[in-house]
């Protein structure tokens, strides 16, 4: 089997063998903007928009998701020849190579994180803010500082696009809306910090940051940081409130360059996401071959 | 050993055999066995088993977990006959025991494939395999040996859905280069026939599409079957660009369609249209089912349909004839009206455009592929409702402008999954289960003569609801993403429930009475 889908790598590989590896458009605006017309032409009968999974094809820049193709090269092959015993069709008859070429370079542009770019500004002085008049810590933790509310921002601009960590501190964000297709799926903690009040039947109140529920239970993270597990029936009352514990006035309450030096330090939290996840291997266990 | 002896022994074997002695036939549909991929014909997902019942669900557990290893996010139901579950994907069939989920024989063509495979179909002890290379296999359901291997015709790829295997015919569909069905003998894989929604050119509908080429259409989920009228009912999708709709002014027929057509000779008997000149994305692939009962006052062969447009549907299936349409969902803006009976008009001021056009029900569907059910008992129909409007964006003013849709932010707009029960002949809502952390498709249900209504839920809850009154009977955490359908079978006279979730197939049945005899606990 191994040495079949060898075959077929092989097979697959060589026309590109010759052809440039590197996207000679990546970082280019203007070509990524034409990347995203492309895209947004030829794949989105498949894929989501903006990087999100569609009704047939996986998300192609979701926040956290390993990806089989990562380098450039990868990324043009997968588009111009297909990908053999998926859905993925060959583009080549009807995209041009510097089109593809394109598309890769607005798929990998989606796909960076704010470490890859981090924000100029004063990092010392933006770190100052976040423990001191910004309150973050009042929630967030760092490194094992700060509180367990909110989630932990010691990987933030691993994980986050820059835009993201600015949208998070200037607009009121509760959920984050669905893209169209269909979801990715994999059972992961809840994505993000509602805030519930319910009132247990023994007359007990408790507000906290919901952490999962399903139709018969829920996970609540009290604002005491204490775990709350319970059990719908047991609920006199639920109540979820419209508005986020999370503040969206940073852009008021800082001044620009007060603002600029906050996100100088938050743009460098973290380390790059690895391409491939680390294989452990456990010893105790004897070897298959 | 001599040949003589040889026979005596097969004959032998033969008589202690008796599970092989049965071919099951789907025609008539004997509850043990779960042969097609809605169970039987007319597509009612209603379980005849009665032993488990609203009053003793309460005990149901689980009996066994079976893991389809290299596999993720399945979403095919499983085939039951005889005692021996088939569960498959694109390229494999694994058969185990249903009592058990002891692995029996697996087959796998190269390479190992994933995708949204939804089922294989039994016929005269043979399942059916679509490979990634385009090929259609029948296999041997005692070993998994390979009876036949054909090329597809014309060199397509046949799409994931159940093969529908209706008198020794094997019916399979697909959406590149655009909708198609063709069909095959079961028994040796000699090719019949193809239909595709694409009008032919002598067909006058092809004035329906304002002089542009028809495209798209895929047909993408299985269909039914009426034996007496000699008729397959299926869904087919929406019209290409999917997005764009000015270059093709007119109904675009036969998109978002249920079609009629002869098993024989694949032609188009009837058909209506429930979304004309869609640039939505409202297919039509919910399955079609099929009910006899007096409606009006008046006895009929009824087609029923929870539509992905957000409207409940009874047609006529004798002749496609519109009878009624009942908006299931809170909202539905996307037509203005309806200009003559069964015809709504599409409202252009809901068409997809740069900046984002808010529509209702959104482009995922008011409902969608996962299967709902019927009661026959208590009239009732069941189905999956996705409550919600959606964000439909195009990429520029350009005709072909491509581009997807998105969930709407606005509080009250965004989508919520209910398990909804409708009266079937007046389509008036009876009850609503809310599935309270599931936003977007659902897996689909099964009623059961038992008065439970089988309802899992999208984070991987397993959830048995009272048919009559939607309420909680049991439920169970797979903890895996369910994107298939239940079943139910009996062996040795037991009642189980199966479902994928993800990779794993569970399987539930009552505890034993009085249990394993402790005496057994050595």
């Not at chain 1, 583009?91 to 990998?108: M, P, R, S």
């Not at chain 1, 508005?243 to 996100?263: G, H, I, T």
Request: hydrophobic letters at 35%; glycine letters at 10%.
């Amino acid at each position: 089997m191994k040495a079949l889908y060898l075959i077929a790598l092989v097979a697959v590989a060589a026309p590109a063998a010759g052809a440039q590896q590197v996207d000679p458009y990546s970082n280019q605006p203007v070509a990524i903007e034409e990347g995203r017309g492309l895209y947004n032409g030829a794949c989105t009968a498949c894929h989501g928009i903006n990087g999100a999974a569609g009704e047939i094809g996986p998300g192609l820049a979701i926040p956290g998701r390993s990806y089989a193709r990562n380098t450039d090269a990868e990324v043009f092959d997968a588009i111009k020849h297909g990908i053999p015993a998926t859905a993925m069709p060959a583009q080549q008859n009807n995209l041009e190579d510097d089109q593809i070429w394109k598309i890769t370079a607005y798929v990998k542009g989606l796909r960076g994180t704010a470490i890859d770019a981090p924000s100029p500004g004063d990092v010392a002085h933006g770190e100052a803010l976040f423990w001191g008049q910004g309150e973050c810590g009042s929630c967030h933790m760092i490194g094992g500082r700060g509180s367990i509310i909110g989630p932990d921002l010691s990987n933030l601009a691993g994980s986050r696009k820059t835009a993201s960590i600015i949208a998070a501190l200037t607009t009121a964000q509760h959920r984050v809306y669905g893209p169209g297709g269909a979801q990715p799926h994999n059972l992961v903690p809840l994505q993000t910090y509602p805030v519930v009040q319910v009132t247990t039947s023994d007359g007990k109140r408790l507000r906290g940051v919901l952490r999962n529920e399903d139709s018969f239970s829920m996970q609540i993270l009290g604002l005491d940081q204490q775990l709350y597990l319970l059990d719908r029936t047991r609920l006199k009352s639920i109540s979820y409130e419209p508005k986020s514990l999370m503040p969206s006035d940073y852009d008021k309450r800082l001044s620009q360059v007060e603002f600029n030096d906050l996100l100088a330090f938050l743009t460098r939290l973290g380390s790059p996401p690895t391409l491939e996840g680390p294989q452990v291997k456990m010893p105790g266990g004897p070897d298959p071959d | 050993m001599g040949p003589r002896h040889a026979l005596l022994l097969l004959a032998l074997l033969t008589a202690h055999a008796p599970a092989w002695a049965q071919i099951p036939d789907p025609i008539k549909a004997d509850p043990k066995d779960w042969l097609t991929y809605s169970g039987q014909y007319h597509s009612q997902r209603h379980s005849q088993l009665r032993q488990i019942t609203a009053a003793n669900v309460g005990g149901l557990a689980a009996k066994w977990v079976y893991h389809m290893t290299g596999q993720k996010d399945l979403e095919a139901t499983p085939i039951v006959a005889n005692g021996v579950m088939y569960i498959s994907q694109y390229n494999r069939i694994d058969a185990i025991d249903a009592r058990s989920g002891n692995v029996i024989w697996q087959f796998q063509r190269q390479p190992i494939a994933t995708g949204a495979q939804r089922g294989t179909g039994f016929w005269n002890n043979k399942l059916f395999v679509t490979t990634s290379d385009q090929h259609l296999l029948a296999l041997d359901a005692r070993n998994g040996s390979v009876l036949w291997d054909v090329a597809v015709h014309d060199g397509l790829q046949l799409a994931g859905q159940a093969p529908l295997i209706v008198k020794g015919k094997l019916i399979v569909s697909g959406n590149l280069p655009h909708g198609f069905m063709q069909c095959y003998e079961a028994d040796t894989g000699k090719y019949l026939w193809s239909w595709s929604p694409i009008p032919a050119d002598d067909d006058p509908q092809l004035a329906s599409w304002g002089g542009q080429k028809p495209d798209g259409m895929p047909v993408w989920v299985s269909g039914s079957y009426d034996p007496e009228l000699n008729l397959i009912y299926y869904g087919t999708g929406q019209p290409e660009p999917q997005w764009a709709g000015e270059g093709r002014q007119g109904d675009n027929l036969y998109s978002d369609s249920i079609v009629a057509l002869d098993p024989d000779t694949g032609k188009l008997k009837w058909w209506y249209q429930n979304t004309p000149h869609d640039t939505h994305d409202y297919d039509s692939l919910e399955m079609p089912v099929l009910v006899d009962a007096d409606w009006q006052g008046r006895p009929r062969k009824l087609l029923l349909q929870a539509n992905r447009n957000g409207f409940y549907y009874i047609l006529d299936r004798s002749n496609g004839e519109f009878l009624q349409a009942t908006q299931f969902v809170k909202k539905a803006d996307w037509l203005k009206g309806w200009d003559r009976k069964g015809h709504p008009i599409a409202d252009p001021a809901h068409d997809p455009s740069v900046l984002g056009t808010t529509t209702c029900p959104s482009t995922a569907g008011a409902t969608n592929w996962p299967s709902p059910t019927y009661d026959p008992a208590l009239h009732l129909f069941f189905f999956v409702a996705q409550e919600g409007c959606g964000v439909n964006l195009r990429d520029s003013a350009r005709n072909y402008a491509g581009t997807g849709y998105l969930e709407s932010p606005e509080a009250g707009k965004n989508w919520q999954l209910f398990t909804r029960a409708l009266d079937a002949f007046t389509g008036k809502k009876v009850w609503d289960y809310e599935q309270i952390t599931s936003h977007h498709y659902g897996p689909g249900l099964m009623s059961t003569a038992g008065g439970v209504l089988f309802s899992p839920e999208e984070f991987g809850q397993f959830t048995a609801l009272d048919s009559r009154s939607g309420k909680v009977l049991w439920h169970f955490n797979t903890g895996d993403v369910i994107t298939a359908s239940p079943i139910s079978y009996s062996v040795d006279g037991k009642q189980y429930v199966a479902i994928i979730s993800s990779s794993n197939v569970f399987a539930f049945a009552l505890p034993d009475i009085g249990g394993p005899a402790v005496g057994d606990a050595r």
